[in-house]
């Protein structure tokens, strides 16, 4: 891989899931900053290094400028995402590592996980009942975002949407996990229908994980999602 300080990656690699790589994009700092987490002067900043190190081109659009990755920044961007994929793939093929905070979530995983038309799907598909309820982690960096993105195109074990009440409830898909330093049981669930981005992992398993873990809000925690 070029030469790159590794804080402008997660910029390019924001540029890219805009689709910098295919053309001009209207952009503000302020949109990027919000979208990297960052204040407006490091994204400003981390723009002008990457435009002065030629990985982008910038033009003026009125209030805005229009970004592009050149060929140098899609090249940075595809050459990370191989190695970062030999390093995670070359240990455990089966698995994707990710890391993120334990964050408290909207309080309806207690609702929906203990309906009985997911409970049993949920039973028969993983072998165990989950605790009524999802443990919610917010992931914070660009590539751990993209892994959950990538983790949409496993097939998972398929749990079936249906009605009741003269209501409709959405499928889902589900991926054995191991959570935490103790590999407790468990699974992240992808959900057809959710109030969530791809920013964050939902998780139910037979304990309750932030007692069976100590966790509390802000924590980090490791989850190794199996796609096999």
Do not use: W
Not at 133 to 161: C, P
Not at 183 to 195: K, M, N, P, Q
Request: with cysteine.
């Amino acid at each position: 891989m070029d030469k790159i300080k590794p804080v402008l990656i997660p910029t390019l690699v924001e540029l890219a899931k805009l689709r910098a790589h295919v053309g001009f994009v209207p952009l503000s700092t302020e949109e990027l900053a919000e979208k990297l987490g960052q204040s407006q002067q490091s994204a400003s900043k981390h723009l002008q290094q990457l435009e002065s190190l030629g990985y982008v081109e910038r033009r003026r659009s009125g209030p805005k400028f229009t970004v592009m990755l050149t060929e140098a920044g899609q090249d940075i961007v595809r050459t990370y995402y191989s190695s970062l994929k030999v390093a995670l793939e070359g240990v455990r093929k089966e698995e994707i590592a990710f890391v993120g905070k334990v964050f408290q979530g909207l309080g309806e995983g207690a609702y929906y996980i203990g309906l009985e038309g997911y409970k049993t799907q949920f039973a028969k598909a993983l072998g165990f009942d989950p605790y009524p309820g999802t443990l919610n982690v917010k992931l914070e960096s660009a590539i751990q975002i993209e892994q959950k993105r990538e983790l949409r195109g496993f097939d998972g074990l398929r749990i079936e949407g249906f009605q009741r009440d003269g209501r409709t409830y959405g499928g889902a898909r589900c991926y054995r996990a191991r959570v935490g330093k103790d590999d407790l049981l468990g699974a992240v669930l992808v959900i057809d229908r959710t109030h969530y981005d791809d920013s964050v992992l939902e998780i139910i398993s037979p304990d309750f994980l932030r007692g069976a873990l100590g966790l509390e809000n802000g924590d980090p925690l490791e989850v190794s999602v199996s796609v096999i």
